[in-house]
């Protein structure tokens, strides 16, 4: 779900990840930001949880997991766009 913004630049979103679900290896042509409200979510290695704000850098290629038990809900916020890098990246760009 989207949030209204006044900055066009950025994009701001409420995130849920159903359990599980595995957000496909990709970047952003910005910084992206994540604010943990619910559940957690594993990327790089790393897990983060309620409260955890996560900061990506420009152009840093990742690849988000949601916790397998409880999922995840995020406030993220974002400028650019994001860039499937996968398997299937042609495909999954043309979608967005």
């Keep these: 779900m989207d949030i209204p913004v006044s ?3 950025s994009r701001v979103r409420m995130i849920r990840l159903a359990p599980g679900f595995t957000l496909p290896h990709h970047r ?28 990506m ?8 997991v949601a916790d397998a038990e ?3 809900l995020c406030v993220g ?15 999954l760009n043309r979608l967005r």
């Design 57 to 64: 850098d420009a152009g840093c290629a990742h690849e988000t």
């Design 77 to 91: 916020v974002t400028g650019g766009e994001i860039r499937f890098t996968g398997f299937l990246s042609n495909l």
């Design 28 to 55: 952003h042509t910005e910084t992206e930001l994540m604010l943990v409200l619910e559940g957690a979510f594993f990327d790089g290695g790393d897990r983060f949880a309620r409260g955890d704000l996560v900061m």
């Design 7 to 9: 900055d066009r630049r």
């Design 70 to 72: 409880a999922g995840c």
